[in-house]
């Protein structure tokens, strides 16, 4: 089983950064995409971005290309998203979750496996 614990959520004004981290425990990302999730308040939750097992391919929604980084450290088991230029509709609870590598649609929440509890972000105006 595989067990992830988000990290770095908090209060910021409009304009700031904030790194949120996903942390896996119980068995390694080998073999995992990694996704990022947000949902606010009365919307359903919304794919931002993905990571393929290797890193080496990426994928966004568009509201945050080029503002949002995702990168992983495999040795570390910890996916990384460096969130830069927030804005306020950038304010949900955010959340990681793991699937098979090569599995359809990264953007789909149902194909992933494992999620973790999720980390408040609330971007200020």
């Known amino acids: 089983q595989v067990q992830l614990v988000e990290s770095g959520g908090g209060l910021v004004q409009a304009g700031g950064s904030l790194r949120l981290s996903c942390a896996a425990s119980?068995?390694?990302?080998?073999?995992?995409?990694v996704g990022w999730f947000r949902q606010a308040p009365g919307k359903e939750r919304e794919f931002v971005a993905a990571?393929?097992?290797?890193?080496?391919?990426?994928w966004y929604t568009d509201s945050v290309k080029g503002r949002f980084t995702i990168s992983r450290d495999n040795a570390k088991n910890t996916v990384y998203l460096q969130m830069n230029s927030l804005k306020p509709e950038d304010t949900a609870v955010y959340y990681c979750?793991?699937?098979?590598?090569?599995?359809?649609?990264?953007?789909?929440?149902?194909?992933?496996?494992?999620w973790g509890q999720g980390t408040q972000v609330t971007v200020s105006s």
């Open positions: 979750a793991a699937k098979s590598d090569g599995t359809l649609d990264i953007r789909d929440p149902r194909l992933y496996n494992y």
């Open positions: 119980g068995r390694t990302f080998r073999n995992y995409a």
């Open positions: 990571i393929s097992w290797s890193g080496g391919t990426t």
